[in-house]
Structures are given as structure tokens and as C-alpha cells.
């Protein structure tokens, strides 16, 4: 089957700069998958470390699976979803980070669940894995093996896109009927920062009928190194531009009021993030002074603005509320000390917000 011509499936992996032990971990998992009934299209983003197009042909030439590996200009992670898609010819697709794995079984239990079931959108559980020790999965509001059709589901699952603890915004952990991805690709202007919701802000206003299985296939891994992970100017303000056409894809949905609500209610966790994962992460080699400036000047964008006076946020757990007062009260230092120690429990594997 290693020359499968006309696959079910087709996994999608862009892969940046990816440390090799979380790439071969990676490769590991679809190489031993229990079902021969797909493709992996791998996608070299413009690596700068040269081992990596190495190891990806090495591992092509050596594998049983159907591989294709490409080497390519750097894109960015939307941009090389996009590419992967176009260049797949699966009739379903679904996406895999280059420094995630998945459960060997995964494509012969989607295989099944696909071929028992009318579904152009099918939705599975991740796990999410600190360390070698600390892994826990994301617990989602779905019903399971229910299916979500016409405008009350697309509706129930754009509402559940501002849940943050449910995971439900990322691109991975679905997977997709060709003719649905083929509609909504990526918008890979985002490159980075809150691109998944944005894909999903849209994808959830074109599927017909969605599942959610109770099955945990994907292993989503905190890589300290990863682009997301990396503090920088850029990514907070795509974000912002990410919230920005988030809003556009809803305006003719939603009134106004509900529109606000959703996105100020999700921009809130974004605030907070960026705050301890982005202008005060140790690993921003800006002075303090600087961190705090170049803070203030992000509290002062019109939709972060319009989120920090929001007061209705009723789920947000008991860490983040208080997160959320010092960033009003400008205890900034305060701030500063708490994303010290975050970055010091999660080195050390530890489940943190």
C-alpha cells in the first residue's frame, strides 16, 4: 500500500524548524499507524536547520506508508496547511503539527468512523502532553456520535470557538471531506497567531452535517521552542488582525451584540496570554521597562481595549480572573513575576494555565 494511488486520507504536516526528538516522535507515529489507507504529505517550511530536509527523505525512502515529502519557501503555518491541501489527494484531509504525534490507530479509527457515517466534518479529542510525565485531555461540550446539522449546529459550534478550555478552536483534531477544506482554506496572510480560529470561524458557517467521536487521537505537545511559543511583536499583533477578520466572518451571522460578546469573552484569554506568554515571557530579552511599555501600547488596540472592560466572562477559572484584575489594576511587576514562574513549571512539565 506504500504506493496507494487513490488514499481515503491525507495528513497534512508542516513542519519548521522542528527539534529532532519531537520529529521523529512525529514520523514514528504515522509510520507505525495500523492502517495503510492514507497519505502523509509532509511539507519542509523553509527549515533553517539543514538536517531537517534529511531526515524527512531518509525517513521517506525508509517508511512503508505513502510519503511525499516537499521542500518549500517558508510560508508560514497557514500558508503551508494550504500548500499540503492542495498538493493531498485524499478524499478526506486533516492536519498534524510537525512537532505533535498521533495514536497508531488513528487512521483506521476515523476509517471507520468515516465509512459508517454521512459527515463532511468529523471532530476527535486531543491530549495534551508536558513533559514526559504530565498529560491530560482537553474535555470538550460535544455530544458524542451526534450529528450537528444546518444552521442551529453550525451556530452551536461558532459559540463554542470562544470557549477556551475547550480546545475546539484549533485546525487539528478534524478532519475534513476534500470538498469542505477545498471551500475554506487557510488564511495565510495570519501565518501565525490565532489562525486556527479564524479557519474555524469560517469552516463552521460551510459543513453541512458534524461529529464529534469520543476517541483521543491527537497528542498536542507544549514545545517551549515552538513558533507559537516564541515571544514576539509579531505574533500578539496577528493575533489581533486574526480577531479582526474573526469579527468580518461574523458580522453577517450574528447582530452586533452577540458578535462583541463572543469575541471580547475569547480576547480576554488572549489578553492574559499575551501577557505571560508573550511581552513578559523570560524569554523576551526586553528589558522590563520596554515589556511594559510595549504592553500598555497593546492594552491601548481597539478590540483588546473593548475586551479588557468586559465584564461577563462567567467560565474564566479563579488563576486567570486574577490575571485579568492585576493587568487592569497595571500591577505589571506583578506580572512580570507571575510569568517567571509559569515558564518555570512548565520546563519542569507541570500542568499550568
Request: contains cysteine; aromatic residues 12%.
Amino acid at each position: 500500500m506504500k504506493n496507494n494511488e487513490n488514499p481515503l486520507i491525507s495528513i497534512v504536516v508542516p513542519v519548521y524548524n522542528v527539534a529532532s526528538k519531537f520529529l521523529e516522535h512525529m514520523l514514528d507515529s504515522i509510520d507505525k499507524q495500523t492502517s495503510t489507507d492514507f497519505e502523509a504529505i509532509i511539507i519542509n517550511d523553509g527549515s533553517t536547520n539543514t538536517t531537517i530536509a534529511n531526515t524527512l527523505e531518509t525517513f521517506k525512502k525508509k517508511s512503508n506508508k505513502n510519503i511525499k515529502v516537499y521542500n518549500e519557501k517558508n510560508r508560514g503555518l497557514a500558508g503551508a496547511r494550504n500548500f499540503g491541501s492542495r498538493k493531498s489527494i485524499g478524499k478526506w484531509v486533516m492536519f498534524l503539527d510537525g512537532d505533535d504525534w498521533l495514536e497508531f490507530n488513528t487512521i483506521e479509527i476515523l476509517k471507520r468512523e468515516i465509512l459508517k457515517s454521512d459527515n463532511d466534518l468529523i471532530i476527535f479529542g486531543t491530549t495534551k502532553c508536558m513533559g514526559q510525565k504530565t498529560r491530560y485531555e482537553y474535555k470538550y461540550p460535544y455530544k458524542t456520535n451526534y450529528n450537528y446539522t444546518g444552521n442551529d449546529g453550525q451556530n452551536y459550534l461558532l459559540s463554542l470557538l470562544f470557549d477556551f478550555d475547550s480546545n475546539a478552536a484549533a485546525a487539528y483534531s478534524k478532519i475534513f471531506k476534500r470538498e469542505l477544506i477545498n471551500r475554506v482554506p487557510h488564511n495565510d496572510t495570519l501565518r501565525q497567531g490565532a489562525e486556527g480560529i479564524e479557519f474555524n470561524s469560517r469552516l463552521y458557517q460551510n459543513f453541512q452535517s458534524a461529529r464529534f467521536v469520543n476517541h483521543y487521537l491527537y497528542n498536542y505537545v507544549y514545545n517551549g521552542d515552538s513558533i507559537s511559543a516564541k515571544p514576539t511583536d509579531e505574533n500578539n499583533y496577528l493575533v489581533i488582525k486574526a480577531f479582526e477578520k474573526i469579527k468580518e466572518n461574523l458580522e453577517h451571522r450574528f447582530d452586533s451584540t452577540t458578535v462583541n460578546s463572543l469575541i471580547n469573552k475569547r480576547l480576554q484569554y488572549v489578553i492574559i496570554t499575551s501577557s505571560i506568554s508573550g511581552f513578559f515571557h523570560p524569554k523576551n530579552l526586553d528589558k522590563y521597562g520596554v515589556k511594559k511599555s510595549k504592553f500598555q501600547i497593546f492594552l491601548k488596540e481597539p478590540l483588546i481595549k473593548s475586551a479588557l472592560k468586559f465584564n461577563s466572562n462567567k467560565k474564566m477559572d479563579r488563576q486567570r480572573l486574577i490575571i485579568l484584575y492585576l493587568i487592569r489594576l497595571r500591577m505589571y511587576y506583578v506580572i512580570n513575576l507571575i510569568a517567571k514562574i509559569r515558564f518555570i513549571q512548565k520546563q519542569k512539565g507541570k500542568k499550568v494555565i
